[in-house]
């Protein structure tokens, strides 16, 4: 008999976490064995299931995983991959806007323990990616591309991760790169429109959980690619297969299009 796959949660009191939580039950290859979370919310004395108290320390003796979930901020996941890396643990990761030197840290890490990275682990928002550089592919430099996302007041990075991984399935699409093509700002006299430019705007307020739209604008006729999320449950049902589809792999970097291959 197979035995489940121990996962912990980081940020299991914060509103991903608590998404993961609620999601387990739909997923019996995975078990709650560890969850953690700032200071604050463990000295609540809260439990994030039964029989799992909330820690703080993610080396303590008594955290057993065998797969880590990380929605929190990039320094809490760069304190995870210290503690998954001593233990030989690998790590889900869908924290956003880390910089490069943050990249560099989680590519390093990636030689010792399996790492599953992506901006978004909705199984809708990735078919939007495969759509969106099969479009700009298709329509290439006849139209104008802009990505539009709107997120919650709450959050702290823009464009959001999955803004720029579709941005970079348009780049792909069109044979560019972001570094070559993105524009972030518009402010003031801009002038026309660079051709071959890649636009992004970002929408903050509300409770919005995330919308992203692709817009493909040509010359009397446009095509939209849009995904709408309305709660958390999908992006934690794909991470919850991800470190499901993780556990025993070797060490690496790998990517959502990995799991749903």
């Not at 849009?226 to 991800?242: C, I, M, Q, V, Y």
Request: proline share 4%; with cysteine; charged share 15%.
């Amino acid at each position: 008999m197979t035995l489940p796959t121990q996962i912990a949660i980081l940020g299991a009191a914060g509103r991903m976490g608590r998404a993961l939580i609620d999601a387990l039950p739909a997923h019996p290859s995975l078990r709650l064995g560890a969850a953690f979370d700032r200071a604050e919310a463990v000295a609540t004395g809260r439990e994030a299931a039964p029989g799992v108290p909330l820690s703080s320390d993610l080396s303590s003796p008594s955290a057993s995983f065998d797969v880590l979930i990380d929605f929190t901020r990039p320094e809490g996941t760069l304190a995870a991959l210290d503690a998954c890396i001593a233990a030989g643990r690998g790590i889900v990761i869908g924290t956003t806007g880390f910089t490069a030197e943050q990249r560099s840290a989680i590519d390093a890490a990636a030689q010792q323990i399996p790492i599953c990275l992506s901006g978004n682990f909705s199984i809708g928002v990735n078919l939007c990616l495969a759509l969106v550089e099969h479009a700009a592919r298709v329509l290439g430099g006849s139209v104008d591309v802009e990505v539009v996302e709107t997120h919650h007041r709450h959050k702290v990075d823009a464009p959001s991760g999955t803004a720029l991984m579709l941005g970079e399935a348009a780049a792909r699409g069109l044979g560019t790169t972001l570094d070559q093509s993105a524009v972030y700002t518009r402010h003031g006299h801009t002038g026309a429109r660079a051709a071959g430019t890649i636009g992004f705007a970002t929408l903050r307020g509300g409770d919005v959980v995330g919308d992203h739209s692709v817009l493909f604008l040509g010359d009397g006729e446009r095509v939209e690619i849009t995904h709408k999320a309305s709660n958390r449950a999908n992006f934690a049902n794909g991470a919850l297969r991800a470190a499901a589809w993780l556990h025993g792999r070797a060490p690496g970097l790998y990517a959502m299009k990995d799991v749903l291959a």
